[in-house]
């Protein structure tokens, strides 16, 4: 068989489409996303080389128009879990034994394929099924998992490249493994991207995987599965299904060939599956690799050199773009008096501007929150802080669920910056701000600090670079995205890696080599060519 050093087509970013008026994608994207509001689809588990079906169906409909229909999915037991990790396990020697340059074809393919010919599919899939706007949509589920794909080949690929020195007569060898067992790929439902990347990436890497989406995702979940297999992957390499999470922990995590866990998700989920594996240990084959990125209290901080447009642009966009729940969105801000009546101004302005509704109507900036869990959440804390003389609600706190699960941009402004809302993880368009003493700042980052377990994003926005290194350096610990004049989301596969630590996750970089070096285990390999035939050194001859 010929063999060669290949080299991968270098990975480049994927160029975002505008969808401006009368565009040749924005006229076939809603027609795709007419076509799928005409038909109920019917979503089966896909184990091994079979579609499986249960008799527990689940109803999916757009969190903005939860009265219609897109299909339906079938709930998983604890057997189909089972028959996931046997699948999984059966498929694992062969694929193993593939050669990288063939597991890097299929997923290169996946990444050419949601380019071309699915990109309005999966954009709309998330569209409809996660009321993402079409920028929302276009960043994520073209152009995020499409970078994933493309950037993690190459990343595989440095990896491989990676060896050690040899000495004369020596030749030393590291061969990248995969893990011994299987992964459970355990995905969130406000990133497509995320969705399709945590399975790949192991996948990639020669391991195996029993993958579960959120039940609110498993929409476009069902469209990446197709990609996958239109890709040509093997059956059994990633197996979907949609368990309740204590059915899939109760086999999965008591089984000898866990090997690792892929997570994005809340911080408590991720703490107890944690403390689940350290109960569990002496039960493996091996110590599992454990990889999270979970919550985040993640701020904006400005200085009083700040420029107020720019300030008020980066509040309006952090906090509020698909209705503030990315991981990354800006829901406490700290703004200094001098500059808050400008401020203030600005965002009002915006938020003045920006229509709420369903995601079809490309006008819309403000779609509905996910579900009526999420939205009955939201709606308590906004409740509360209507009651509470500590803080003012200065814009939106209306919401209404008849239709779809939509609230306003709210915004709240906090006397104490202790208060409930600068605290706690919200996950929805609600951004809370404390109007500190211009001449305070640097108490005010150490504030910052101390105010949230989480450490995922932050950003400061300053003309004074004084200033600026002051800030970089005291929240050295607060972010693990770091943002300087500029909102705190946004991240770009190859330029800002994802992911951040404390209450925030293990820091693992989503977009990055350290993330998929997770999922191998080294070899060292050492061969002697002219192995010696005495044991004797020289330093045992007498003088």
């Given at each position: 068989m010929p063999k060669g050093i290949y080299k991968v087509p270098l990975a480049i970013n994927e160029i975002i489409r505008s969808y401006a008026s009368g565009s040749a994608e924005r006229i076939?994207?809603?027609?795709?996303?007419?076509?799928?509001?005409?038909?109920?689809?019917?979503?089966?588990?896909?184990?091994?080389?079979?579609?499986?079906?249960?008799?527990?169906?689940?109803?999916?409909?757009?969190?903005?128009?939860?009265?219609?229909?897109?299909?339906?999915?079938?709930?998983?037991?604890?057997?189909?879990?089972?028959?996931?990790?046997?699948?999984?396990?059966?498929?694992?020697?062969?694929?193993?034994?593939?050669?990288?340059?063939?597991?890097?074809?299929?997923?290169?393919?996946?990444?050419?394929?949601?380019?071309?010919?699915?990109?309005?599919?999966?954009?709309?899939?998330?569209?409809?099924?996660?009321s993402k706007n079409v920028f929302q949509a276009?960043?994520?589920?073209?152009?995020e998992i499409i970078d994933f794909l493309r950037f993690n080949v190459q990343y595989m690929t440095e990896i491989y490249d990676e060896q050690p020195i040899s000495g004369p007569g020596v030749w030393n060898r590291l061969e990248?493994?995969?893990?011994e067992g299987f992964i459970y790929a355990l995905t969130?439902?406000?990133?497509?991207?995320?969705?399709?990347?945590?399975?790949?990436?192991?996948?990639?890497?020669?391991?195996?995987?029993?993958?579960?989406?959120?039940?609110?995702?498993?929409?476009?979940?069902?469209v990446l599965m197709e990609i996958f297999k239109k890709s040509g992957l093997p059956d059994g390499v990633i197996n979907l299904i949609y368990p309740s999470g204590p059915d899939a922990a109760e086999v999965i995590f008591n089984h000898k060939d866990f090997a690792g866990i892929h997570f994005t998700g809340s911080t408590e989920v991720f703490q107890n599956i944690w403390q689940t594996i350290g109960n569990n240990i002496h039960k493996y084959r091996s110590y599992p690799r454990i990889v999270g990125e979970t919550g985040g209290k993640d701020f904006i901080?400005?200085?009083?050199?700040?420029?107020?447009?720019?300030?008020?642009?980066?509040?309006?966009?952090?906090?509020?773009?698909?209705?503030?729940?990315?991981?990354?969105?800006?829901?406490r801000a700290y703004i200094p008096s001098n500059l808050w009546n400008e401020v203030k101004t600005n965002v009002l302005e915006d938020l003045k501007s920006m229509k709420i509704g369903p995601t079809e109507d490309f006008t819309n900036f403000i779609n509905a929150v996910i579900d009526e869990k999420s939205f009955d959440k939201l709606v308590k804390f906004i409740d509360s802080a209507k009651k509470d003389e500590q803080v003012e609600i200065i814009a939106g706190g209306n919401y209404d669920k008849t239709k779809g699960y939509f609230i306003e941009p709210t915004i709240i402004v906090a006397k104490d910056p202790k208060y409930v809302t600068m605290c706690?993880?919200?996950?929805?368009?609600?951004?809370?701000?404390?109007?500190?003493?211009?001449?305070?700042?640097?108490?005010?980052?150490?504030?910052?600090?101390?105010?949230?377990?989480?450490?995922?994003?932050?950003?400061?926005?300053s003309q004074d670079?004084?200033?600026?290194?002051?800030?970089?350096?005291?929240?050295?610990?607060?972010?693990?995205?770091?943002y300087i004049n500029d909102k705190c989301t946004g991240a770009v596969v190859g330029q800002q890696p994802f992911g951040g630590s404390r209450g925030s996750g293990t820091n693992d970089k989503a977009g990055a080599k350290i993330n998929l070096l997770r999922w191998v285990s080294p070899r060292t390999i050492k061969e002697t060519f002219v192995p010696p035939i005495d044991y004797k050194y020289p330093f045992l001859e007498a003088d």
């Open positions: 076939e994207l809603k027609a795709m996303l007419k076509k799928l509001r005409t038909i109920e689809i019917d979503i089966p588990m896909y184990i091994g080389n079979k579609e499986v079906r249960s008799e527990n169906k689940i109803r999916l409909s757009p969190p903005h128009d939860h009265k219609h229909t897109l299909g339906y999915f079938y709930k998983s037991d604890k057997s189909h879990v089972q028959l996931a990790i046997n699948a999984a396990l059966e498929a694992k020697e062969k694929w193993s034994n593939l050669s990288w340059e063939n597991r890097a074809s299929i997923f290169l393919k996946a990444a050419e394929l949601i380019a071309g010919p699915y990109r309005y599919k999966l954009n709309a899939a998330t569209m409809l099924g996660q276009e960043i994520d589920s073209a152009c990248w493994r995969p893990l969130p439902f406000n990133f497509t991207a995320i969705a399709g990347n945590l399975p790949t990436s192991c996948a990639m890497m020669g391991n195996v995987v029993v993958w579960k989406p959120s039940n609110t995702q498993v929409y476009s979940a069902n901080m400005a200085h009083k050199s700040a420029e107020a447009k720019t300030l008020a642009v980066a509040l309006s966009r952090g906090a509020f773009e698909y209705q503030g729940q990315k991981c990354s969105a800006a829901s706690e993880e919200l996950f929805g368009p609600v951004l809370t701000i404390f109007i500190y003493d211009e001449n305070k700042y640097e108490e005010t980052l150490e504030l910052i600090d101390s105010t949230s377990i989480y450490a995922l994003t932050g950003a400061i926005l670079r004084y200033a600026i290194e002051l800030a970089t350096k005291k929240l050295s610990n607060a972010a693990g995205n770091f």
